[in-house]
């Protein structure tokens, strides 16, 4: 008797070591499931970018303009645009509607116009074509390097859908001291040399003249400003992008 109790309580034993093993292996094979891929995504869909949108929508209408040679109704556009950038601004601070969609297509929104601008004054023979590619080159290089952060920036899984969702923030682009300065000389300088066939200003009047060298200058030293400073483009911090993201809405509770 005592040898069968033995003898069952050895076989009790197997069983249950086999189990704690098989059970051991079963978990080894199970496969660790990985957690879900959080996007912190912002509102795009906001007045300031609605209005951004329309300046770069109306971007080519102008350059049209100067190509058919209505310099006065091209000036007025002008104008209108400067004012609604103005308006943009002001709704975003206002409002606090500043997002990274913004900070990337307001200056993207600038840049349009300047391009457009640029060649179609030079197209006809209002700009100097030298001027003309300075401006131009340097917009390129930025656009190319504004690509290459992006990519860099973007939280994984990188892929060209996410790349090119702009409701996933990862960058702001903070204008420099200099480049601020080159924009308003090149806006200026774009306006002048549309209003001088309205106004009858000869093309070699010495004060357009120095406004295109100082706005060619401070072109090409903006430029490098951008590529070199550590301020000018931002990469943004989770505590920085949960700022950015829309809160939700909470009723009140009912008494």
């Known amino acids: 008797m005592h040898s069968d109790g033995g003898h069952a309580l050895g076989i009790r034993r197997l069983f249950s070591t086999t189990s704690i093993v098989s059970v051991e292996k079963r978990n080894d094979e199970i496969p660790e499931t990985q957690p879900p891929v959080t996007d912190h995504r912002e509102r795009v869909l906001t007045i300031p970018n609605a209005l951004t ?11 049209y303009l100067i190509v058919q ?78 690509f290459f952060i992006r990519w860099a920036t973007l939280p994984g899984p990188k892929t060209l859908k996410r790349y090119f969702d702009l409701s996933i923030p990862s960058v702001e682009v903070r204008p420099t001291v200099i480049s601020k300065w080159n924009t308003a000389l090149q806006l200026s300088l774009m306006g002048a040399t549309l209003a001088s066939p309205v106004f009858g200003i000869p093309a070699d009047f010495v004060g357009l003249v120095g406004l295109q060298w100082l706005t060619g ?31 939700p809405h909470i009723l009140p509770k009912r008494k």
Do not use: W
């Open 53 to 63: 949108m329309a300046r770069i929508l109306s971007a080519p209408y102008i350059g």
């Open 69 to 146: 040679q209505d310099y006065g109704l091209a000036l007025a556009g002008c104008v209108v645009l400067g004012l609604t950038d103005a308006l943009d601004g002001y709704i975003a601070r206002r409002y606090n509607m500043q997002s990274f969609v913004g900070s990337i297509i307001d200056p993207a929104a600038d840049k349009a116009l300047m391009t457009t601008l640029t060649l179609a004054l030079a197209y006809g023979g209002l700009l100097p074509t030298t001027l003309a590619v300075v401006i131009i080159g340097r917009d390129v290089a930025l656009s190319f390097a504004a």
């Open 217 to 247: 200058a401070t072109t090409v030293f903006s430029g490098l400003g951008y590529l070199t400073s550590k301020d000018a483009v931002h990469r943004l911090t989770k505590a920085e992008v949960a700022k950015r993201l829309p809160k």
